[in-house]
């Protein structure tokens, strides 16, 4: 569903993201881990079409995301680490926009919206104004909207900043549904633990290159530490320890 291939973006003499390939399936919740800086939201804003390679291809459903952008962008729902909203819209009133951008008709759309915002116990907030809910509630709409048009790939990036205990599940049971569904959801964290709980596959990139890549429990085996928690194995794969 999802092929990079030999990705690298620069900034100037700045290597964000240097010679990157993966392949992540259909139906595959596939995390992409690494510390601040290490090139996770560089490579997700190529994936989902706002920002240009500067070399590599990249693509989602056999669609090449530069020169076919606007039907790859088609077949994906993004959240980024920093949504904005317009906040003067009621929810509905933000869905409906976001089905006409991607030329869905509301009436086809509804059914489903509906069923995610009772899900997330967002209903009665419905029309009410986006400046009137709380953080988490702004999350959850936003999720909402990035799978209103029912796309095949979910790009996920942070998905519970702001999130309750209960939320947060809601939003792991979620994605094992899609995944059930023969969707395909790709996601940054840097909360490990659910990382570990959710995703089939987990890359860890480091300074713009992948370094490891595999079940949880490979990468724990390669790394010696078979019975240890993902976190253990993580800041032993991208931090040094002072000799």
């Known amino acids: 569903m999802i092929e990079i291939r030999a990705l690298t973006k620069k900034y100037g003499d700045f290597t964000a993201v240097d010679n990157l390939s993966l392949s992540v399936a259909r139906g595959e919740i596939f995390g992409f881990l690494g510390p601040n800086g290490a090139g996770k939201t560089t490579t997700i804003r190529v994936l989902a079409g706002l920002s240009l390679p500067t070399s590599g291809i990249v693509t989602i459903d056999g669609l090449d995301v530069v020169a076919q952008q606007v039907a790859a962008k088609k077949l994906t729902g993004y959240v980024p680490d920093r949504p904005y909203l317009y906040e003067k819209l009621t929810g509905r009133e933000l869905l409906q926009f976001v089905a006409n951008l991607y030329s869905k008709r509301w009436e086809d759309c509804e059914p489903k919206a509906?069923?995610?915002?009772?899900?997330?116990?967002?209903?009665?907030?419905?029309?009410?104004?986006?400046?009137?809910?709380?953080?988490?509630?702004?999350?959850?709409?936003?999720?909402?909207?990035?799978?209103?048009?029912?796309?095949?790939?979910?790009?996920?990036?942070?998905?519970?900043?702001?999130?309750?205990?209960?939320?947060?599940?809601?939003?792991?049971?979620?994605?094992?549904?899609?995944?059930?569904?023969?969707?395909t959801v790709f996601l940054t964290t840097h909360t490990l633990s659910v990382a570990e709980a959710v995703c089939d596959r987990i890359a860890i990139l480091h300074r713009g290159k992948i370094i490891a890549t595999g079940p949880t429990a490979k990468l724990k085996e390669e790394a010696g530490q078979p019975g240890s928690p993902l976190e253990d194995v993580f800041l032993q794969l991208t931090y040094s320890e002072p000799e």
Do not use: C
């Open 114 to 183: 509906l069923e995610l915002l009772s899900y997330f116990g967002l209903t009665e907030w419905t029309d009410a104004r986006i400046e009137n809910l709380s953080h988490g509630m702004k999350q959850k709409l936003v999720i909402v909207s990035a799978l209103v048009h029912d796309p095949a790939v979910l790009i996920i990036d942070e998905p519970m900043v702001g999130l309750d205990a209960l939320a947060q599940r809601q939003v792991k049971l979620l994605f094992r549904r899609l995944a059930d569904e023969k969707r």
